[in-house]
């Protein structure tokens, strides 16, 4: 099986980024919802327009993974946006890294992972954040692994379902936060 390939989405990919994030969180977390709730929240949250602004937002980087000629996963980048005290607006955030089942646990995930991080810190240091759900152990392991520790948590909602989220944080290198 070939590697997979992982470049930055183009603006005029907007219909894609939003196809593959709507299928990766069905695929992902689909069954935790009431099929019409999670159908107006993938509607909502991964709807062209928006995806059309986050790949035109310079503050923000989409990532996708292709593989035999089919998107496979991607990640999203940008300002830290989670409800956490801390949070300041020099920090960084990985919103979303997705990887349809099949390219799990294969490297596709670390690599995808590296490139969204450097890029977060092209400019220089600063703290980076991640929100995960409470139950995703494989996950908090895998950021655990990578400078990330918990610093709190919140509800992320989906329809009527609020999940426990945990707010993961890896400091920027010599600071004092």
């Known amino acids: 099986m070939q590697e997979p390939i992982i470049r930055r989405a183009r603006p005029d990919e907007?219909?894609?980024?939003?196809?593959?994030?709507?299928?990766?969180?069905?695929?992902?977390?689909?069954?935790l919802y009431p099929a019409h709730e999670l159908a107006?929240?993938?509607?909502?949250?991964y709807d062209v327009e928006r995806a059309r602004a986050d790949l035109a937002d310079?503050?923000?980087?989409?990532?996708?993974?292709?593989?035999?000629?089919?998107?496979?996963?991607h990640a999203l980048v940008g300002p830290c946006g989670l409800p956490h005290p801390?949070?300041?607006?020099?920090?960084g955030e990985l919103k979303r890294l997705y990887l349809l089942k099949p390219?799990?646990?294969?490297?596709?995930?670390?690599?995808?992972?590296a490139q969204a991080i450097d890029w977060l810190l092209a400019?220089?240091?600063?703290?980076?954040w991640i929100g995960v759900w409470s139950e995703n152990h494989g996950a908090q392991r895998f950021y655990e692994r990578h400078g990330f520790a918990r610093a709190g948590e919140y509800?992320?909602?989906?329809?009527?379902?609020t999940d426990r989220e945990f707010i993961l944080r890896r400091p920027a290198h010599?600071?004092?936060s």
């Open 86 to 91: 801390e949070v300041t607006p020099a920090c």
């Open 123 to 128: 400019d220089g240091p600063r703290d980076l």
């Open 14 to 31: 907007a219909e894609i980024v939003a196809a593959i994030g709507a299928r990766t969180f069905s695929e992902t977390f689909g069954h």
């Open 174 to 176: 010599g600071s004092a």
């Open 155 to 161: 509800g992320f909602q989906v329809g009527s379902t």
């Open 40 to 45: 107006a929240f993938l509607i909502e949250v």
């Open 58 to 73: 310079p503050a923000k980087a989409t990532w996708l993974v292709e593989a035999g000629g089919e998107v496979v996963g």
């Open 103 to 113: 390219w799990q646990n294969g490297g596709t995930g670390r690599r995808l992972f």
